[in-house]
Every structure is written in C-alpha cells, then in structure tokens.
C-alpha cells in the first residue's frame, strides 16, 4: 500500500509480531488496500514537495490514518502513530514522518493539488457509495433525500478566507464556513466545499447544486426528477426555490422571508396542534401548530405550503411563523414536518460526529488551500468509515447464508446459537448503532497482537476483556475472509 521512497527506506523483517493499540484498524488494512482506497491517493495527487523519505501521497495517507486512530490534532502523530510500528507495517510503512513534515507537506499544496485531491474524493464515491443501491430500490414517486447546510469553521482573525459570519452563541468570531451536500440516509458526504466565513446559505446554494450534479453524474432532468433537496430557510429564497424546481428537483425547504412567512399565514382559519418528534419522544404537550396555507406563493411549479406558528418566547403574547414548502402532493401535513424535522437530526449528526470523532474543527490551518485538504481528507475518512460498516454488516449477511462458514464460526467461537436473537444479528446491529466517533474512539482502537509476514498482515489476536469482543469478532472474522487474514481472541 505504501509506495517505494528510495534508499532510507529500512527493509521489513520477514515475519513479525507485536503489540499495537489500535490492532483492529490493522485489520482494515487488507480491505482498504484491495479496494484501492489510498492508492487512489497516490496515483491521483502529486504536491509538487522534494521527496527524501517519504511521498507527498504518503503523508496524506499517514494524515487520514490519524485521523482514523482517533487523534485530535496532527502533532498526535509523534505520540501515536509513530511509536505504534506494528499498524505502521500492516499498510506498508516502516517509519512515520514527524507531524511537522506533515505540515510542511499540507502548506506545499496547491490548488490544483486540491481539484486533483476532490476528483480522488469523486472517484472513490463513485466507485463505493450506497446511494446507488438506494436508486435500485426506489419506486414510483419515490425520491432520495440531499441534506444541505453550512456549518461555521472557527479561526485565527490572520487566517486566509477568516471573516466575521454566523456563528452560533459567539459574537464577535473569526472563521470560515463549510458548505455540505449529505446523503441524508446513509450520512455519506457527496461533497464539502470551504468559503469565507461571511457566506451565507442562499449564496452558496448554486453552486453546491452544480458540484452535487458534477459529484452524482445528474445530467439528465429525468435523473435528477429522483433527487429530493431538504434544505433550511437560509437556502430558501425566491431565486434558490425556483432555480431547483426548474432543474426538476423535489424540494422540502423552509421559506427565506419571515416577513412573506407572517403574511402567508394570516390566511390561515383553523390550525392543528403537530407536536415535533422530540415532543413526541418525551410525551410533553405540543406548542406548534400548522395549517395549509390557503393562498399560497406561486413558483415556477405546483407545491403545498404549510404555515407552522409556535409561541414567542421573548414576547409571552404573539407567535412566531415560518412557512414549509414542499413538492410532495400527497402526504398528510404531520408527515411532511416530521420529516423536515429530521433535517436538522441528520444534518448537525453528521457535522457532530466529524466534530468529534475526526476532530474537524480542531484541525486548523492558516492557509486557504491548506484546510481544503484537510477538509477532503476528512471526506474520505468520513465515507470510509460509512463504506467499512455497510462492508461489515454485508459480510455477516453473507456468512449467514454459508453453512460451512457458520460451522466454522460455531467450533471457532465454541458459540451454540442457542439464543433467542443469534450472534450474526447481534453483529450486524452493533455494527449498524455505531457512528464516526465510535467506530474511532472504539472499534478502531481495540488493543492485540499483530503477525505480520512478508509485509502482509496474516494474524490478529484481539484482547478479550472488551465489551462485545465475540460479535467484534465476528464482524472481522466475516469483513477478512477473503484476504486470509486469521483473527483470534487471546486470555481476558
């Protein structure tokens, strides 16, 4: 997996065996290696840096390999990576740059180092998303939803691209803001896009729409006829609304003007109590109504709006009004807004879980062109993770249906399956619970002992005091049948 550096390169012993804290990221070195994740990296991107010792695309790989034990900066390499030389050797390295060259390597990208790095971010999506399979189960009007948003980036005042923009609860703050298209059912991130920190939604919109059609190959109307944009009342101007119903998207957006939204409404006779999903969990009585509007806004194609009032929190007489737009002609209203309220679920989970399980905003740079590559990396980790755990829960469906791989899982485990709910789901649902923070903070950081033969990974013995070891195992054991890689429990 790693590239040839030259002479200083030491060579790797033919068999070895040692301690690493993070053996089950180990063990995702095969399958990332037989997908062609990082070499994707390195025949894509080529950063115009000397090369001593270690490649450009090296380092990028070792930064996305921090990222993916769970490090919260970069200058964690030289306390992690670098002294953990067993998960070193089973992605083909036998040393580990310094965090400094790391740096250095970041700051000599330039900015066709960046497109070269977002068509490497393409490709893989390409070649590895989910949102595929979701097309192939679609039918009739059914459509798949795009999550739109941005999310602000603090900063240094002295960064390139800082500026004074929204950021929530702290007045007065630098930064920049990044933009995102998120598939809003399997979290995979179609595409991120770094701006100034004075952007706002409504004037990014056109562009992350172009990027997404770029990203997804939406070319023909009638493709994008199956792509449905959920979006807030930032992205919900005149101009955005009708330019993404013209296009032939579906659309679920809150209305831009509160002022139109107030007018709207006064149209409204009788309203109906529609308590929000988190009223609903926790039984207390609903404070939002909502009603069709009778006389709605006219855009460029036929929608239903529907006017939704809550109680002014600062001015204990009067309401609050805002106006949800939606091209779904035939679902009742509480299904409509339950559905817009899981935008805000969706979208912020995924923000929080870069946040911190890959420690996005930690991760800082003062170049413009340097935190682009930082974004993409954590792009591809991000989906990475996402692609590793459907590859996980599908191995384990189709070990299920192996007999000879259940025998052997049964004499290997010592399991009898005498259990109401058999080990195989118990797996599946561990693996299908956990997100981006767990599977770094957990999953990826499960302590062992590596055996790593003629530079390949052939043996791992997990520690067998942690909770859920034996459907950990199993979920490995599935993930690794074909690379022949042996997995196995040692003493409590």
Not at 29 to 43: L, M, N, T, V
Not at 83 to 94: E, H, N, R, T
Not at 292 to 310: A, D, E, N, V, W
Not at 387 to 408: F, T
Request: aromatic content about 8%; some cysteine; charged content about 25%.
């Amino acid at each position: 997996m790693a590239r040839f550096r030259g002479k200083r390169r030491k060579k790797t012993k033919e068999k070895m065996t040692g301690e690493s804290p993070n053996a089950s990221l180990a063990a995702m070195a095969p399958i990332i290696e037989q997908k062609g994740i990082f070499q994707s990296i390195h025949d894509g991107v080529d950063i115009p840096q000397k090369t001593l010792e270690y490649l450009p695309s090296d380092k990028l790989v070792i930064v996305i390999l921090s990222m993916l034990s769970g490090n919260s900066t970069i200058s964690d390499v030289n306390w992690t990576l670098r002294i953990d030389k067993p998960l070193l050797m089973a992605f083909g390295y036998s040393s580990c740059p310094d965090q400094s060259v790391l740096q250095d390597t970041l700051n000599a990208a330039t900015c066709e180092n960046v497109e070269q790095l977002r068509e490497v971010a393409t490709s893989l999506f390409a070649q590895h998303n989910l949102l595929s399979r979701q097309f192939h189960q679609l039918s009739g009007l059914e459509s798949v939803t795009m999550d739109f948003d941005l999310s602000a980036q603090p900063c240094s005042k002295r960064a390139e691209g800082a500026a004074k923009g929204y950021f929530a609860k702290r007045k007065n703050t630098y930064g920049r803001q990044l933009a995102r298209v998120s598939v809003a059912d399997t979290a995979e991130i179609v595409l991120d896009e770094l701006y100034r920190g004075n952007t706002v939604s409504c004037v990014a919109f056109k562009e992350m729409v172009h990027q997404m059609e770029r990203v997804l190959a939406l070319e023909e109307k009638a493709t994008r006829t199956r792509i449905r944009l959920r979006l807030d009342g930032g992205f919900g101007t005149d101009k955005n609304i009708n330019f993404a119903l013209s296009r032939g998207y579906h659309l679920l957006v809150k209305m831009y003007s509160g002022n139109r939204a107030r007018k709207l409404c006064q149209s409204v006779e009788n309203w109906s109590a529609v308590p929000t999903t988190r009223q609903q969990l926790s039984r207390k009585s609903a404070t939002r109504q909502a009603a069709f509007i009778q006389t709605p806004h006219r855009y460029c194609r036929k929608t239903r709006q529907i006017g939704i009032r809550t109680p002014n929190e600062k001015n204990k007489c009067g309401y609050s009004y805002c106006v949800i737009v939606t091209t779904d002609l035939t679902s009742c209203m509480s299904e409509v807004l339950a559905d817009y309220d899981l935008r805000s679920g969706v979208c912020e989970s995924v923000f929080c879980q870069d946040n911190q399980g890959l420690a996005l905003r930690k991760r800082r740079k003062h170049g413009f062109i340097a935190q682009q590559m930082l974004m993409l990396l954590t792009q591809i980790a991000h989906n990475l993770i996402v692609w590793i755990k459907q590859w996980g829960i599908d191995a384990i469906a189709l070990g299920q249906r192996c007999e000879e791989w259940v025998e052997q899982i049964k004499r290997k485990w010592q399991t009898d399956f005498q259990t109401t709910e058999s080990i195989f789901n118990k797996s599946i649902a561990m693996l299908a619970e956990r997100g981006i923070k767990r599977f770094t903070h957990q999953l990826f950081a499960l302590a062992g002992t590596l055996t790593i033969k003629n530079g390949k990974l052939v043996r791992i013995v997990l520690k067998a005091g942690y909770p859920m070891i034996d459907r950990i195992a199993i979920a490995l054991t599935a993930l690794l049948a074909e690379t022949n890689v042996e997995i196995a429990l040692g003493k409590p």
